[in-house]
């Protein structure tokens, strides 16, 4: 290809570029339908030309402008976002702003989120945006509330877990379901946390929070009888015992390869534990004390042969293939 050739191709591909961007610069032209200024934000991706950035800017501050087309605008120039202290500013301002529309305060989170894996510049502003998600957590938008509270309670934010825990004690404080509050109280467990889950497991509010409460009860030692005596109940639903069981086989082993022996052995417990029970005692349990256990291999090799259950009976044939290496 030849000099003269090579500059007409460059000069074409330059203008259709020219062509293309101002496509994109339709989304700042209020004269246009909207359907076409959210297409042409849609379009640009990810803005990065200051002026362009600056348009989308006056688009996200302008209250009479659509909302989603507010949201499409924030998202845009979400890269430039994490790089400056006054564009933080803007979005920590949006987050804050009840008067905002619930869209654009969603995404104003979501680009905050995003920024603040960059550290360097983010981190100044951590206090502000900490103290914002604060505000929110009491906001009427559900979606914004449960994000809220999640992003702190992964921050170990101490006033979000005493919000949750105060919703668990009294449910006119709840801010969200509490099956959910105990979900995030999981990121930060501590010790007196235990005896409002124990009470919990005790009179739930709804069988979600129960589970969820077993679930953390698993790293507290005082509540291994609790959960010996849930994997005992038969009337307790099968995902609260299995749950236990796993809580019990951490907390006390030899217990719970007690428990789990019983449940294998008994012709009226349910399929999904019993499968739970063979993989346990096939993972973690002593296998030359397991190979000395006549009655048991026997059962575990009955269901094998028996079990209407696929999962007994390849967790069954698992525990058998391992027992013969020994």
């Known amino acids: 290809m030849d000099a003269s050739e090579y500059r007409k191709q460059y000069e074409e591909q330059l203008e259709r570029v020219a062509e293309q961007r101002e496509g994109y610069r339709a989304f700042a032209d209020k004269s246009m339908p909207l359907d076409e200024r959210r297409m042409a934000l849609e379009s640009a991706g990810v803005l990065r030309d200051e002026d362009e950035v600056t348009e989308a800017i006056d688009i996200i501050r302008d209250r009479e402008e659509d909302a989603e087309l507010s ?9 430039e976002v994490g790089k400056r202290h006054d564009l933080l500013d803007l979005v920590i ?4 702003d009840s008067g905002e529309p619930g869209v654009v305060r969603r995404t104003a989170l979501q680009v905050l989120k995003q920024s603040s894996f960059r550290a360097s510049v983010f981190n100044p502003k951590r206090p502000e945006y900490l103290a914002a998600l604060r505000t929110v957590i009491d906001d009427q938008d559900a979606s914004l509330r449960q994000q809220a509270l999640e992003t702190l309670a992964q921050e170990k934010d101490e006033y979000a877990q005493r919000r949750l825990l105060e919703g668990l004690t009294d449910p006119s404080e709840a801010l969200i379901p509490p099956e959910n509050a105990v979900q995030l109280l999981g990121y ?11 009470e919990m497991v005790q009179d739930p509010p709804s069988p979600e929070a129960k589970q969820e409460a077993v679930r953390l009860l698993a790293a507290d030692p005082t509540s291994k009888e609790l959960l010996a005596d849930l994997l005992r109940d038969k009337g307790e639903s099968r995902e609260v015992r299995n749950i236990s069981a796993s809580g019990l086989r951490s907390l006390a082993p030899v217990e719970f ?15 999904d534990l019993q499968a739970t029970a063979i993989d346990a005692l096939t993972l973690f349990a002593d296998q030359e004390v397991l190979s000395q256990d006549t009655e048991l291999s026997e059962r575990i090799e009955q269901l094998r042969e028996q079990s209407p259950s696929e999962k007994v ?5 698992k525990f058998i293939s391992r027992q013969s290496e020994q």
């Open 257 to 271: 390869e007690q428990q789990a022996r019983e449940i294998v052995l008994d012709d009226d417990e349910h399929d």
């Open 313 to 317: 009976v390849r967790t069954a044939d």
């Open 93 to 96: 301002g949006l987050l804050r």
């Open 188 to 198: 930060d467990i501590h010790a007196e946390h235990y005896p409002i889950l124990r």
């Open 71 to 79: 949201a499409a605008a924030l998202r845009s120039i979400s890269m």
